[in-house]
């Protein structure tokens, strides 16, 4: 599943998150609300070890996709801040467990929670919210709803077991890999936009233009976080630079650089990805081969189709201040370096 490049128009300036914030700042606060009320427990870790991350900031995307599909079909109603929280806890569940399977220091800016708390509190903690979110699916009492949740749940769960066997194994494709984002990322993406239609009522086209809106652009929001990994820093990234190649993670930037390199560099690609190679004089040996056979430009340009293909999607809708700024959430989430 290779994409064509097609390039993305552009508004004047820089494309900005502030139009999908401003949309969705209202609803978010009743979110909030809801993430805030259900991470307590009488159990005192639980709080604290799910607030040391939830409290550290991100972009809350997620959540934010499900308040502006309410807003782009006209949805006045409530019920889905609660579906929008149950978003943000499956979201954080999985970062929880994502940390401890990675060995990750950073998340966020801050240290990650396994390293604050350890390995067994953040899994306990990552299924306790789990069971948050189906909680409040269950409280919405729609069975489509409960439907598209857990299966976007499966989904994710299958496509990070799929990334973990395919960790360290230098002849991962391209296809492969967008198989794996696909389930790992874009599933919640596609799950929490097309909720909106459903708590709409609406028909199975708008359904559709909405799940089709929400995977394009989580395809292309990972396609650039996997960009990041190789062009950013960890003030910028909120993570350690690098962690991706340190991990033997098969990312596009790494499979294009390996498929069009010489000899002599695939050899360098194949001990680094074995784990033989990853010191900080192998992570800068890898930046350099991934930026001569401009690897970083292909993947944003890949990315680029699919934020095209996310903003196509929502054609179907009426002209409005909530259809513009869900385009140009994805067009940031393409030109954004963080």
């Given at each position: 599943m290779t994409a064509d490049v097609v390039p993305l128009k552009r508004p004047e300036g820089q494309p900005s998150l502030d139009p999908m914030l401003g949309l969705t700042a209202p609803g978010m606060n009743a979110v909030n609300a809801v993430i805030l009320d259900r991470m307590q427990s009488k159990i005192p870790l639980i709080p604290a070890l799910a607030g040391?991350?939830?409290?550290?900031?991100?972009?809350?995307?997620?959540?934010?996709?499900?308040?502006?599909?309410?807003?782009?079909?006209?949805?006045?109603?409530?019920?889905?801040?609660?579906l929008a929280a149950a978003v943000e806890f499956i979201h954080t569940a999985t970062l929880l467990h994502d940390d401890v399977v990675d060995g990750s220091d950073l998340r966020r800016g801050k240290a990650a929670a396994n390293i604050v708390f350890g390995n067994p509190?953040?899994?306990l903690v990552g299924d306790f919210l789990f069971s948050r979110a189906f909680e409040l699916m269950v409280e919405d009492g729609s069975l489509k709803v409960l439907k598209i949740l857990s299966n976007a749940s499966a989904v994710i769960a299958e496509g990070e077991v799929d990334q973990?066997?395919?960790?360290?194994?230098?002849?991962?494709?391209?296809?492969?890999?967008?198989?794996?984002?696909?389930?790992?990322?874009?599933?919640?993406?596609?799950?929490?936009?097309?909720?909106?239609?459903?708590?709409?009522?609406?028909?199975?086209?708008?359904?559709?233009?909405?799940?089709?809106?929400?995977?394009?652009?989580?395809?292309?929001?990972q396609l650039v976080d996997d960009a990041i990994d190789y062009d950013s820093d960890a003030s910028t990234m909120g993570k350690a630079r690098g962690d991706d190649f340190r991990e033997g993670k098969m990312t596009l930037p790494v499979i294009l650089a390996y498929a069009r390199g010489s000899e002599d560099e695939r050899k360098f690609w194949q001990a680094a990805i074995a784990g033989h190679r990853t010191d900080d004089a192998a992570l800068e040996e890898a930046t350099h081969l991934i930026a001569r056979h401009d690897a970083l430009l292909a993947t944003r340009e890949r990315a680029r189709h699919f934020a095209s293909r996310a903003i196509d999607?929502?054609?179907?809708?009426?002209?409005?201040a909530a259809r513009r700024?869900?385009?140009?959430?994805?067009?940031?989430?393409?030109a954004r370096g963080y």
């Open positions: 040391h991350l939830i409290s550290g900031g991100g972009k809350r995307l997620r959540p934010m996709l499900t308040l502006a599909g309410a807003e782009v079909v006209g949805y006045n109603g409530t019920r889905h801040h609660k509190a953040t899994v973990l066997t395919a960790q360290r194994q230098i002849e991962t494709s391209e296809e492969r890999y967008l198989s794996i984002i696909g389930a790992k990322t874009a599933a919640l993406f596609a799950a929490a936009s097309r909720i909106a239609a459903v708590v709409a009522e609406c028909d199975e086209r708008r359904e559709q233009a909405l799940d089709d809106y929400g995977r394009n652009l989580g395809i292309a929001f999607a929502l054609s179907i809708f009426p002209d409005s700024a869900m385009a140009e959430a994805a067009e940031f989430a393409v």
